[in-house]
């Protein structure tokens, strides 16, 4: 891909710090799948990023320490299409977009309140209607 993949804002890994890798895809599609590497596999060392702002690389990192290999690269896959540059452009958005998942700050916290007086006395009344309501389809006991 001749564009840098943009992750929030203004940050952008440039191709430099990215390694694709092209192999044959899997599934249908004739004679023509034994010959193409359509399968495409994008690489990106999130650890030794220079584009990554400090923090974003640390949060990226915690964040997706599941995903990592070797605990340092980001490993995209994109096998859907049978064209190869279909498949980079998958790859590449499929990047873009765990990334900048995963660069993201995190929620504001709760702020824990209280229910108001009137919504709780709602509350109540919704719940006795509804056990009256039960009750009044019963079968009458022992007569």
Known sequence: MSEPIRVRGSVVVPDAELLWRFSRSSGPGGQHVNTSDSKAELRFDVAASKALPEVWRTRAL????????????????????????????????????????????????????????????????NKRHRSELKQGRRAPRGE
């Not at 096998?79 to 452009?89: A, F, H, P, T």
């Not at 660069?103 to 009344?125: E, F, I, N």
């Open 62 to 125: 915690e964040r997706l320490a599941h995903r990592l290999v070797d605990g340092r690269v980001l490993v995209v896959q994109a096998s859907e299409y049978r064209s190869q540059w279909r498949n980079r452009e998958a790859a590449a958005a499929r990047l873009a977009a765990v990334l900048s998942e995963a660069c993201a700050p995190p929620p504001k916290a709760r702020r824990a309140t209280r229910p108001s007086r009137g919504m709780v006395q709602r509350r109540l009344d």
